[in-house]
């Protein structure tokens, strides 16, 4: 089992910047796909960002490249989004998620930003941007 707890949420306004954490703990040795999701009332869950841990490879959706960074620290087994310029249309609740099992460069290419894909998920941290 792995535990992924989410911090790092808040308000701030468009143009600013935030950085959401993602703390891993537990069995995560297998757990070498991680990503970002977010949510809001009405709309499916959308992936926003994605990372090969066992690389580095990084992965973005459309709506954020140029504006999100997802990076990692192996050494406190953390994930982290970086959030420059937000827009209001990013406010979001934004979810940590993480492979099941160990993953090819490849499978988490291809697997990275399906909700369904996951294995464990975290609780959530709201994003709220204003204008």
């Known amino acids: 089992q792995v535990q992924l707890v989410e911090s790092g949420g808040g308000s701030v306004q468009a143009g600013g910047s935030l950085r959401l954490s993602c703390v891993a703990s537990?069995?995560?040795?297998?757990?070498?796909?991680m990503g970002w999701f977010r949510h809001t009332p009405g709309k499916e869950r959308e992936a926003v960002a994605g990372i090969y841990t066992a690389g580095g490879t990084q992965y973005y959706a459309d709506s954020v490249k140029g504006r999100f960074t997802i990076s990692q620290d192996n050494a406190k087994n953390t994930v982290y989004l970086q959030m420059n310029s937000p827009k209001p249309e990013d406010t979001a609740v934004y979810y940590c998620a993480a492979s099941a099992r160990s993953l090819s460069a490849l499978g988490c290419r291809m697997g990275w930003s399906r909700a369904g894909a996951q294995g464990y998920w975290g609780q959530g941290t709201q994003v709220t941007v204003s204008s």
């Open positions: 537990g069995d995560t040795a297998n757990s070498n796909c």
